[in-house]
């Protein structure tokens, strides 16, 4: 069965500071795997997706993220945070089981600190 | 850009009491889900369906929760007789097939 595991539970870090969020997977075939984005009280938006090809994706507001198979990871980058990047980030493997579920990862919660 | 709308966005009912929970998916979708989301734990998959029927649905999903498409534009999840448990976020979402879903901005369902 898939699983999404997101390592850290929140994480600090000043603006203008990079970023790195872990995601690993555990998924039986090429995984389908996607980052959200949730703001308080408000749903999910997608930042960017991979499917198939290169292996880095780029998605909106400057975040990108790599596949590596070897390592069953899908980690989550952006060179230079901004305050208003502070939300909740979900990483999120999709499997074709019937229709199309996408399970979740717990998430991780970014703090940005002036 | 296309939207999935759910509405409404804050309901509070009595336990016991039915609710049902609306969505207009983005209208060239296909597939159609719901997901919940319990206040800060992780979004859980309950049901996706297609073709008039559901294609998968999880544990959660048991003989209180029913969802329809009464028209070719709403999508309903039916909780037939709330628990306090079942006090979450509830997220509709739609794709076209699997490149990543569109999710609605969600309906807090609040049972006291």
């Known amino acids: 069965a898939q699983s999404v595991t997101q390592p850290d539970i929140h994480i600090t870090v000043s603006e203008g500071a990079s970023l790195e969020l872990r995601c690993n997977y555990s998924?039986?075939?090429?995984?389908?795997l996607f980052w959200y984005v949730q703001s308080p009280g408000q749903g999910l938006q997608l930042l960017l997706k991979?499917?198939?090809?290169?292996?880095l994706v780029q998605g909106i507001k400057g975040f990108e993220a790599e596949f590596k198979r070897s390592q069953s990871s899908f980690n989550l980058r952006k060179p230079s945070v901004h305050w208003s990047d502070a939300a909740e980030y979900f990483c999120a493997v999709g499997a074709r089981t019937g229709g199309f579920k996408t399970i979740f990862g717990a998430g991780t919660r970014l703090f940005v600190k002036a | 850009e296309p939207e999935v709308t759910q509405t409404p966005s804050h309901q509070v009912t009595q336990m016991g009491q039915e609710v049902i929970l609306r969505c207009v998916p983005i209208s060239n979708h296909l597939y159609f889900y719901w997901y919940r989301q319990i206040l800060g734990q992780k979004v859980e998959f309950l049901v996706s369906f297609y073709n008039n029927e559901i294609s998968e649905k999880s544990e959660i999903f048991d003989d209180q929760f029913s969802v329809e498409r009464p028209d070719g534009s709403n999508f309903t999840l039916k909780i037939r007789s709330t628990k306090l448990e079942d006090s979450a976020m509830y997220f509709c979402?739609?794709?076209?097939?699997?490149?990543?879903?569109?999710f609605g901005s969600g309906t807090r369902l609040t049972v006291v």
């Open positions: 991979y499917f198939s090809g290169d292996t």
């Open positions: 979402a739609s794709s076209a097939w699997a490149n990543g879903y569109t």
């Open positions: 998924y039986g075939a090429t995984p389908y």
